[in-house]
């Protein structure tokens, strides 16, 4: 199991906890305590009595703890009183103190058995000269339920220290741990149990602060213009359902996505990719290869709808940021995106992704073709990879010639797009022999390991292709630092046949640019040239 697997089978990682289900769970630490107040069971028998005196309310509190434990039942904080705004009295009551008021219709469970025990503490202003805090009550009977004291062992030996919770915190909120990873990093520094049901307990909380600080696309919003009134340079678009008064689509680019469409869109990849926020708002990626060969996010969409018009309306939006079209578009072969494609593309050459084409066939035709599906498709592939297109038509002829069953589907489905996934119609097209929608594929593999769930919200979506073109930027410069450095090369007879041109190449190309057609070179002396007639 990895890291980013949830610590149960059941999916409950991904679950939003109900109410019913947190007040199941027992309180089993306080937030005020340190590392040092790990309650002993083993200690001696302790006691408690009207008169008995502490220094300090927090070293009352403890004790009173730690002798319920020994007893066998839990308390908690009840009312207290302050004059002059400094604390003088406070009430310590049984856990099981009061009623359970059930407002809703489901059954439900609590602690809450009306127990009567309790303790009064007062820290008098008269005659106290050393300001001592006393026991001044103490109603030792309990109602409606047992004591157990290795209840209260188990419940006090797993309850979380303040240094833990502390680690939780940061493991979750700024590093986006998964539960499974913060448990184990947990069990390794401190060498102790960790329980799933209290872990997720304080996760829970976390995530519930994180979603009450505020309207999630407010502060997006709100974050966005901050940027764009530091820097104009920030582009950003957004469009609403001006009924339900609910966000439908939005596009923003940074300045420096800016920059790079503007120097690597020749060939633009795109790919949406769901189930990345609560609000089922697709991500749409577009994503450039850089002169290191390496996929940088040049622009980003949230859409409610995969549809011609949602496409339509995000190409628009690119071409209104950058006026450039890129000279090729790499796509799913999306039929929406397509018919947008055409519309707000006009001039660009479409690539549809050909492995996404290759799961297709299986569903479309392995149960018409039957025994026939294996052999049917190295025909297709063999059509597909021929460089002329007089080849391919003629291969493509005797496909539907031998494979009847299948001609439909290749009829009005594939032929019609031929040019867009057929070898034989782009090889006079610097397409950087690109094939398929892997690399989107890849950054919305990548972006998703950096959100926690599909839950997450808008502020939570930004934040992660923040750190995403960040970690992207970051590659460039260490390229940039290693690109810069002097390497002797050894001489080759590559090196000593095309050592102008290799010159030219170190002039206006990126090192791994010059390997790439260093390599060529190196190939074009083993070349077996045979007379064609």
């Known amino acids: ?62 004790h009173i703890k730690l002798w319920a434990h020994q007893q066998g039942f839990f308390v908690r904080k009840g009312r207290s009183e302050k004059v002059q705004s400094k604390q003088r009295k406070q009430t310590i009551v049984c856990r099981c103190e009061g009623m359970y008021n059930n407002k809703s219709n489901k059954s439900s469970k609590s602690h809450r058995t009306n127990c ?63 539960p499974l990873a913060i448990k184990r990093m947990l069990k ?4 102790r149990k960790v329980y799933n049901q209290d872990l997720y307990k304080v996760i829970y909380k976390h995530r519930r602060s994180n979603d009450i600080r505020g309207n999630d696309v407010s502060q997006v919003f709100e974050y966005l213009e901050k940027q764009k009134e530091d820097d104009p340079c920030w582009i950003i678009y957004k469009d ?57 996010i040049v622009a980003q969409a949230l859409i409610d ?13 690119t071409l209104k940021a950058t006026g450039l079209m890129p000279k090729v578009f790499v796509t799913d072969a999306d039929p929406g995106m397509d018919a947008a494609i055409r519309l707000k593309y006009p001039s660009t050459f479409a690539i549809h992704c050909i492995w996404h084409i290759g799961q297709n066939l299986p569903l479309r035709l392995r149960s018409k073709l039957g025994g026939l599906f294996d052999q049917f498709k190295k ?13 391919f038509e003629q291969r493509w002829k005797d496909l539907l010639a031998n494979y009847p069953n299948a001609v439909n589907y290749l009829e009005k489905t594939l032929y019609s797009s031929k040019t867009s996934w057929a070898c034989a119609f782009n090889t006079n097209i610097f397409t950087l022999d690109i094939q398929t929608t892997s690399r989107s594929e890849s950054v919305n593999a990548t972006f998703k390991r950096l959100l926690n769930n599909s839950n997450s919200t808008l502020v939570d979506v930004f934040l992660a292709i923040e750190e995403r073109l960040e970690e992207e930027q970051d590659n460039n410069d260490y390229a940039n630092w290693h690109n810069a450095l002097s390497i002797t090369q050894s001489a080759t007879i590559a090196s000593n046949a095309f050592n102008n041109i290799i010159n030219e ?3 206006f190309t990126t090192p791994l640019i010059q390997k790439i057609i260093y390599n060529e070179m190196e190939l074009a002396f083993s070349y077996k040239a045979k007379h064609l007639d």
């Open 1 to 62: 199991m990895s890291d980013s697997e949830s610590i149960s089978s059941d999916g409950s990682n991904d679950e939003i906890f109900s109410n019913d289900f947190i007040e199941s769970i027992p309180d089993d630490s306080d937030s005020s305590e340190s590392e040092d107040d790990v309650y002993d069971m083993n200690v001696s028998p302790l006691t408690l009595e009207v008169g008995l005196s502490f220094l300090t309310w927090k070293a009352a509190f403890k």
């Open 116 to 178: 009567k025990w309790h303790v009064n503490l007062s820290r008098p202003i008269k005659n106290n000269p050393n300001n001592m805090i006393f026991i001044t009550t103490l109603f030792n009977e309990h109602f409606g339920h047992d004591l157990d004291t290795s209840v209260c062992h188990f419940e006090a030996s797993k309850a979380f220290t303040k240094p833990m919770l502390n680690d939780i915190e940061w493991m979750y909120v700024s590093g986006h741990l998964k």
């Open 188 to 191: 390794a520094k401190y060498n």
């Open 240 to 296: 609403w359902d001006h009924e339900t008064n609910t966000l439908t689509k939005l596009f923003w680019m940074s300045p420096n996505q800016l920059e790079s469409w503007c120097k690597y869109s020749d060939v633009i990849l795109n790919d949406n990719t769901s189930k990345t926020n609560r609000y089922e708002l697709s991500l749409s990626f577009f994503v450039a290869i850089d002169n290191n060969m390496k996929s940088r």
């Open 305 to 317: 709808r995969e549809t011609k018009d949602a496409y339509a309306w995000v190409l628009q939006c």
């Open 379 to 391: 025909d297709f592939y063999e059509c597909r990879n021929s460089l002329e297109p007089e080849v």
């Open 505 to 507: 190449l170190k002039e």
